[in-house]
Each structure stands twice: as C-alpha cells, then as structure tokens.
C-alpha cells in the first residue's frame, strides 16, 4: 500500500496515511474538523533505481541512445577453452 500525504486547507494541517490506490483523495480533518478540508498532496515517490540493472543498460533510453556494443556470446565453459 502506497503512503500519502494530505493536508487541510483550511487550516495547513498535515498528515501521512497508508492506504489503497483506490482510498478517496480528500476526507475531513481531524484538526479542524473541516468536511472534505484534507486533500492528498502530490509527493516525490520513494522509488530509486541503482547500479548497474536492466535501467541502465537502456531501458529507458530511447532507441538512438542505446548503446551499440554488441553482447558478447556467452557459453557453459566462459570462453576459457579451446573451442571459442
């Protein structure tokens, strides 16, 4: 379940909650007790990708930006014998 962020516009009251996608983007505040006064807030999301994945090796590049080095052949031995 995704975290979100609300606040009250009424009166600048904040909150987190843990709820479904489908959970409605506003309810009443408990600070002031306006109806409907919370709204969800739009937040940087906590995904991040890192090293050396499926990202960076061009997913998410274009297909002008992919890299042109071909893959090298792999096989059961790694190349260390005679027959590659």
């Known amino acids: 379940m995704p975290l979100y962020e609300y606040r009250c516009d009424a009166c600048g009251q904040s909150e987190e909650n ?8 506003h309810h ?23 090293g050396s994945g499926w990202y960076a090796q061009g997913y998410g590049k274009g297909a002008s930006e992919k890299s042109e080095t071909p893959a090298k052949p792999t096989s ?5 014998c005679a027959c590659h």
């Not at 843990?18 to 983007?25: N, Q, V």
């Not at 009443?28 to 890192?50: E, N």
């Open 18 to 25: 843990l709820e479904k996608i489908s959970a409605p983007d």
């Open 28 to 50: 009443d505040c408990p600070a002031c007790g306006q109806a409907d006064g919370m709204h969800r807030q739009i937040s940087v999301g906590a995904f991040t990708l890192v």
């Open 76 to 80: 059961c031995c790694g190349g260390s």
